[in-house]
């Protein structure tokens, strides 16, 4: 056991060690110093991390504990960058980032130490449906949500504003992950069997069309296609782990290409992203005022900059880019740590991703396999449609690189994720009381033998 934890804390401090000199190297080369506020803003984090694990290990002692280690280091390169493109564009955003970091760091440690077990969230479904929803739907309440670049996906705080998308995506994910579990039977049931698959029964299409409906919604008013793309991916993904039938894969990428492509014909927006895929160096595309391709073409030229190893941190033009320590922070990296590092922060994430779904499929509760596979699904849903955006794979959609981008209300819903699939993996990893069948055997010889002796006394 004291050798597991040293290896534990070992992965720890490893990844604030990297995420340390990341940021001293790239301070030392655009400042030519370490500045005061941030060393002593990354100690206090430090401490922090350090005071969350040792939670992990009192309250969650049989979790995975190579989850938290490249959550840090992911957000710890990600801020990096973030404060790189703060040197060459005068701002503080990495700053703020690392107070919603600490603000994180607090709820997530919360979290592991109240949540003993994960189930009582199932006792709470259709309250969790009611806050997603009115959490996704917050921002279209006049005088609360806020238009930027045409979609309506904020709301205003004090302070600044959040995206509620990023917290109902946990709370949606409750809910279906109980539903799901409660209906998982007759969802399971088949109806006629076409070109090999074995279609649903009408009246099970139910759940699927309102989702469905429910996405379309989303991406009609606010403008949203990433957040719409993401609620019905999670719920079909968890529809085919709770029945195993890939009728309803088929049948969920049917519903949605259609929307889709009605969608990129009737709304300006989503025709734009669209074209602009399509055609990211036509001169037309490339020179438009609203909805061109200048941003996308900007970034690949940065990813190609950098060639395998990149330029070094603090050594490249990340700031070019629109919005480089957001939507397109992963072309603001590959400028600066190259091909090689890119793959090393894809691999970061396919660790996350592979312990939540050996979670999923170690634990024995089906409420559990649910939101597992769930949450897991949705953070691997999210990377492939931000980096696939920004690579030309996909259209662009909008949404945030979990952990590295900036953005307080993502990486708060995103250390909650975390948290959640550690205490599920700690249901998944305990132990089984282990039962001596010698002494039991001989308890129920003793106990036997006493209901006769008994017997026996009566008898008399």
Request: glycine share 10%; with cysteine.
């Amino acid at each position: 056991m004291i050798t597991t934890r040293l290896r534990q804390i070992a992965l720890l401090l490893f990844a604030m060690a990297i995420s340390f000199i990341a940021f001293f190297q790239m301070f030392e080369r655009t400042t030519g110093g370490f500045p005061q506020n941030y060393a002593i803003l990354l100690g206090v984090i430090g401490v922090m991390i350090l005071a969350a694990w040792a939670l992990i290990i009192k309250f969650q002692p049989y979790a995975s504990q190579s989850i938290m280690p490249c959550v840090i280091l992911l957000n710890g390169i990600g801020t990096t960058m973030i404060a790189r493109i703060d040197q060459s564009a005068g701002t503080s955003v990495a700053f703020k980032q690392l107070l919603w970091q600490a603000t994180a760091l607090v709820l997530a440690s919360a979290l592991i130490v109240c949540m003993r077990d994960y189930r009582i969230l199932r006792r709470f479904s259709y309250v969790s449906m009611v806050v997603g929803l009115l959490l996704l739907l917050s921002p279209m309440v006049p005088g609360l949500g806020v238009d930027i670049n045409g979609a309506s996906v904020w709301i205003r705080v004090p302070g600044g504003t959040i995206q509620p998308a990023e917290f109902a995506k946990l709370f949606l994910a409750f809910f279906f992950a109980a539903y799901l579990f409660d209906h998982r039977d007759q969802l399971a049931v088949g109806g006629k069997k076409i070109l090999g698959l074995q279609l649903p029964r009408i009246k099970d299409l139910g759940p699927i069309i309102i989702i469905w409906g429910v996405s379309m919604g989303v991406l009609v008013m606010q403008h949203d296609l990433g957040t719409s793309l993401m609620f019905f991916a999670m719920f079909v993904a968890m529809l085919y782990v709770a029945t195993g039938r890939k009728s309803w894969i088929v049948i969920g990428l049917i519903a949605f290409a259609a929307g889709a492509v009605l969608a990129a014909s009737i709304f300006n927006h989503v025709g734009s992203r669209v074209e602009a895929w399509l055609q990211p160096f036509s001169n037309e595309q490339y020179n438009k005022d609203y909805g061109g391709s200048w941003q996308i073409v900007t970034g690949i030229f940065g990813l190609a900059s950098g060639g395998m190893v990149g330029t070094g941190l603090g050594q490249g033009h990340p700031g070019l880019t629109t919005y480089g320590n957001s939507d397109f922070i992963y072309t603001s990296l590959g400028e600066e740590i190259g091909l090689t590092g890119l793959l090393g922060v894809l691999v970061l994430y396919l660790i996350i991703i592979a312990s939540g779904f050996i979670t999923a499929m170690k634990i024995k509760d089906g409420f559990g396999k649910l939101l597992a596979s769930g949450l897991v699904f949705t953070m691997a849903f999210q990377v492939f449609t931000v980096v696939g955006g920004v690579t030309l794979v996909i259209p662009l959609t909008g949404m945030t690189l979990p952990y590295m981008a900036a953005g307080g209300s993502s990486l708060v819903a995103n250390y909650i994720l975390a948290a959640l699939l550690v205490v599920i993996s700690n249901s998944a990893n305990k132990p089984e009381p282990s039962t001596d069948l010698s002494e039991t055997f001989q308890y129920e010889a003793l106990a036997a033998l006493r209901d006769h002796e008994l017997k026996e006394r009566g008898n008399r």
